[in-house]
Nanobody, 128 residues
Framework: QLQLVESGGGLVQPGGSLRLSCSAS????????IGWFRQAPGKEREGVSCISITGGRTNYAGSVKGRFTISRDNAKNTVTLQMNSLKPEDTAVYYCAAFRQFSIWGLCVLSPDKFDSWGQGTQVTVSS
């Protein structure tokens, strides 16, 4: 079973930045579409961003577009979510998730039902 591990969460002031990473051992993430989701207390889990395999697409929630950037580092077998200009409403537990893709033309959509493997989550708190 693919096991994902998130890292990089923490406490940051509004306007600050954090860099989240999603990694796995024993599997190459090049073969998987990777999504980032978040869930705040009392709220539904929402999609933040996703990235397809090489040659695919990226997608962002409207609330983070222009502030967050998703990228791959295949040499390190990781996917990164760079979060800039953070707002208090970004506070949530952030999860990375994955599903296998076989086509370079595969779509990346922010639907939790599409993803088969999930990490344990990392807390992001944006507060003064």
């Amino acid at each position: 079973q693919l096991q994902l591990v998130e890292s990089g969460g923490g406490l940051v002031q509004p306007g600050g930045s954090l860099r989240l990473s999603c990694s796995a051992s024993g599997f190459t993430l090049e073969s998987y579409a990777i999504g980032w989701f978040r869930q705040a207390p009392g709220k539904e889990r929402e999609g933040v961003s996703c990235i397809s395999i090489t040659g695919g697409r990226t997608n962002y929630a409207g609330s983070v577009k222009g502030r967050f950037t998703i990228s791959r580092d295949n040499a390190k077998n990781t996917v990164t979510l760079q979060m800039n200009s953070l707002k208090p409403e970004d506070t949530a537990v952030y999860y990375c998730a994955a599903f296998r893709q076989f086509s370079i033309w595969g779509l990346c959509v922010l639907s939790p039902d599409k993803f088969d493997s999930w990490g344990q989550g990392t807390q992001v708190t944006v507060s003064s």
